[in-house]
């Protein structure tokens, strides 16, 4: 039966990997770290997500990485508990060296959020949803 469950991500560069996703005020499980493997938290479900070097992602998938510059694979969503969370998050992503490719704004008029790519090209969205607003 399965205990656990988490998303594995390819870097390049691990500790600027880790100095990225720190300046999203993301957490790391620092005890189960090593030089090819850097275990990171996400939200308060701590939903965990393993950044592993590229060449040990390659050869545990046995599978070329996906060029994120060309395609994607996956596109990670988050959660906000505000607009004003939103906004500080776009900002915080280009001032840490990631591409914001969709600016801030509200979508469907429930929802508002952005969308942007990490060092490493892999697209993550963060939304805040206002509930009151929902089409029922």
Do not use: C
């Not at 998303?7 to 100095?19: E, F, I, Q, T």
């Not at 998938?61 to 998050?89: G, K, R």
């Amino acid at each position: 039966m399965t205990k656990e469950f988490w998303l594995n991500l390819p870097v390049k560069n691990l500790p600027k990997a880790k100095a990225f996703f720190k300046a999203l005020d993301f957490s790391f499980n620092e005890e189960k770290e090593t030089e090819e493997m850097l275990p990171m938290w996400i939200g308060e479900v701590k939903l965990p997500v393993m950044l592993v070097a590229r060449d040990t992602f390659q050869h545990y998938t046995q599978h070329p990485v996906t060029d994120t510059a060309t395609s994607s694979e996956i596109l990670i969503s988050f959660d906000a508990e505000s607009i004003a969370e939103v906004d500080a998050l776009a900002k915080k992503v280009e001032k840490a060296g990631g591409h914001v490719f969709a600016r801030p704004a509200e979508i469907q008029g429930w929802m508002y959020g952005f969308a942007f790519t990490d060092l490493d090209g892999h697209r993550w969205n963060a939304i805040y949803m206002d509930m009151r607003r929902r089409p029922q």
